[in-house]
């Protein structure tokens, strides 16, 4: 009996050691990944201190980043898939000792460097991993995975759950946060768009914090991302206010966009379609950023329309057309960027629907739609989904500003004299929104 009371004696310090390590670990919040010339950055946000080590392996080429006494929160765990980069394929975890264990799965050999950076405003303490990779400094940043994936890379979609941390947004008539209620249809929204092969989805924020509004357009521009959603929850001063809408950017907000950025030409490298603009006068600058920004807005009300369609058919509507104003988060100007506002939760009936989980999984659900049918009708160049269709021929292509016949011919692989003849045309006279038959390559 007495031998039995000293070993449970023993033990009862380890199970309290255990216990209190266990609730004193550092939770991952969330990771980030940023890209430039020749650099991949990975900050992992945490909400507490943490030591950690970092070695690289070969055959495969990896980097293995190990923290101790550390969990990982599960809106991370959720979003892993989506973090990716030029030299970055995926990254990949797992629990190891007391602490957690990421493998970073690099395309190419790599020097890594790790440095840790110390709470500051509204974040904790982060541990930033830098992955050189040798491109010179002067090389173009490509779309992500287009170096690996042999023409068949996936549609990069950013979507920016409004507000966050200590902006809560509107406040509901039953009480609800608007950044609680778009950060869950946002996170609905990401996992049917990444169960979709040819698309991945980058969300801004997985977890409740702030981030301002210029840095939501940043970590689009750091995805290289081909279309930005913002998603929001309108309120009013009068709760009969009513009904989901999506908006675009206005030409007014472009004007002044484009002032914005002309500004800042040393800072605007590969930003017009892979051309930089530092080298430019202002006038050949001003006249390539108004082109670029002019097919970026009809984009961005292409893509707009059809996501309206969708959600027209599970919801009430304030608006039945792609509405147009100066939001800054739509001012990228070579990004189609779109804000869907969900339903005004100043209504109590909206409130309601809003608060549903159910509901909420049917509005990204029609979002999602939208999206895969906008893209369907005009994949970009390299993507999957415009080689999956041009090995089935046959499918429709919705002409867009600036393009030409003999330019759309060579996008999708036919000769510019089978394109007419699919059409019946007499000549190469196309209009902007003209249906397309584009025959088998």
């Given at each position: 009996?007495y031998?039995?009371?000293?070993?449970?004696?023993?033990?009862l310090p380890?199970?309290?050691l255990?216990f209190s390590?266990?609730?004193?670990?550092?939770?991952?919040k969330?990771?980030?990944?940023?890209q430039?010339q020749?650099?991949t950055?990975?900050?992992?946000?945490?909400?507490?201190?943490t030591?950690h080590?970092?070695?690289?392996?070969s055959?495969?080429?990896?980097?293995?980043l190990?923290?101790?006494?550390?969990e990982?929160?599960?809106?991370?765990?959720?979003?892993?898939?989506a973090?990716?980069?030029?030299?970055?394929?995926r990254?990949?975890?797992?629990?190891?000792?007391?602490?957690?264990?990421?493998?970073?799965?690099v395309?190419?050999k790599?020097?890594?460097?790790?440095?840790e950076?110390?709470a500051a405003?509204?974040?904790?303490?982060?541990?930033?991993?830098e992955l050189?990779y040798?491109?010179?400094?002067?090389?173009?940043?490509?779309?992500?995975?287009?170096?690996?994936?042999?023409?068949k890379?996936d549609?990069v979609?950013v979507?920016?759950?409004g507000?966050g941390?200590?902006?809560?947004?509107?406040?509901?008539?039953?009480?609800?946060?608007?950044?609680?209620?778009v950060l869950?249809?946002?996170?609905?929204?990401?996992?049917?768009?990444?169960?979709?092969?040819?698309?991945?989805a980058?969300l801004?924020r997985?977890?409740?914090?702030?981030?301002?509004?210029?840095d939501?357009?940043?970590?689009?521009?750091?995805a290289n991302?081909?279309?930005?959603?913002s998603v929001?929850a309108?309120?009013f001063?009068?709760?009969?206010?009513?009904?989901?809408?999506v908006?675009?950017l206005?030409?007014?907000?472009k004007?002044s966009?484009m002032g914005?950025?002309?500004?800042?030409?040393e800072?605007?490298?590969d930003?017009v379609g892979?051309?930089?603009?530092?080298d430019?006068?202002?006038?050949?600058?001003?006249v390539?950023?108004?082109?670029s920004?002019n097919?970026?807005?009809q984009?961005s009300?292409d893509?707009?329309?059809?996501v309206l369609g969708?959600?027209?058919n599970?919801?009430?509507?304030?608006q039945d057309f792609v509405?147009?104003?100066?939001?800054?988060v739509?001012k990228?100007?070579d990004?189609p960027?779109?804000?869907v506002?969900t339903?005004f939760?100043s209504?109590p009936t909206?409130?309601?629907?809003?608060?549903s989980?159910?509901?909420?999984?049917k509005?990204?659900?029609?979002i999602?739609?939208g999206v895969e049918?906008?893209?369907?009708?005009n994949?970009?160049d390299?993507?999957?989904?415009a080689w999956?269709?041009?090995?089935?021929?046959?499918f429709t292509?919705t002409?867009s500003?600036?393009?030409t016949l003999?330019?759309?011919?060579r996008?999708?692989g036919?000769s510019?004299?089978?394109?007419?003849?699919?059409?019946?045309l007499?000549?190469?006279?196309?209009?902007?929104g003209?249906?397309l038959?584009?025959?088998?390559?």
């Amino acid at each position: 009996m007495y031998k039995k009371i000293f070993s449970i004696s023993w033990l009862l310090p380890v199970f309290l050691l255990i216990f209190s390590s266990l609730l004193n670990a550092a939770q991952v919040k969330d990771i980030r990944v940023a890209q430039q010339q020749g650099v991949t950055r990975l900050v992992f946000e945490l909400d507490g201190a943490t030591k950690h080590r970092m070695f690289s392996l070969s055959q495969p080429d990896r980097v293995v980043l190990d923290l101790t006494n550390a969990e990982i929160s599960q809106g991370v765990v959720d979003n892993l898939s989506a973090l990716s980069s030029d030299a970055l394929l995926r990254v990949r975890y797992a629990r190891h000792n007391s602490g957690m264990r990421f493998v970073l799965d690099v395309s190419q050999k790599v020097k890594a460097k790790t440095s840790e950076l110390s709470a500051a405003g509204d974040y904790g303490p982060r541990i930033m991993v830098e992955l050189e990779y040798g491109q010179p400094k002067s090389a173009k940043v490509v779309k992500s995975l287009a170096s690996i994936s042999n023409d068949k890379r996936d549609i990069v979609v950013v979507i920016d759950p409004g507000h966050g941390g200590k902006d809560p947004g509107a406040i509901g008539h039953n009480g609800i946060f608007e950044k609680d209620v778009v950060l869950s249809i946002a996170k609905e929204l990401a996992k049917r768009l990444n169960n979709v092969q040819g698309f991945k989805a980058v969300l801004t924020r997985s977890t409740d914090v702030y981030l301002q509004l210029r840095d939501r357009s940043k970590v689009a521009r750091e995805a290289n991302a081909d279309l930005m959603i913002s998603v929001h929850a309108d309120a009013f001063t009068k709760p009969s206010a009513r009904g989901a809408s999506v908006w675009a950017l206005s030409l007014s907000g472009k004007t002044s966009e484009m002032g914005r950025w002309l500004a800042q030409q040393e800072q605007s490298a590969d930003l017009v379609g892979g051309i930089s603009l530092d080298d430019k006068d202002r006038l050949l600058a001003e006249v390539l950023l108004d082109m670029s920004m002019n097919s970026t807005i009809q984009m961005s009300l292409d893509i707009g329309k059809e996501v309206l369609g969708q959600m027209g058919n599970m919801a009430k509507l304030h608006q039945d057309f792609v509405q147009q104003a100066g939001f800054v988060v739509l001012k990228s100007p070579d990004i189609p960027s779109i804000l869907v506002e969900t339903g005004f939760l100043s209504n109590p009936t909206e409130a309601k629907n809003l608060s549903s989980a159910t509901y909420r999984r049917k509005l990204a659900a029609s979002i999602a739609k939208g999206v895969e049918d906008a893209f369907n009708a005009n994949p970009p160049d390299g993507s999957y989904i415009a080689w999956r269709q041009k090995q089935k021929g046959g499918f429709t292509y919705t002409v867009s500003r600036g393009d030409t016949l003999s330019e759309i011919a060579r996008k999708n692989g036919v000769s510019l004299g089978a394109l007419r003849s699919a059409n019946t045309l007499k000549n190469d006279v196309i209009w902007v929104g003209q249906k397309l038959s584009i025959p088998a390559s």
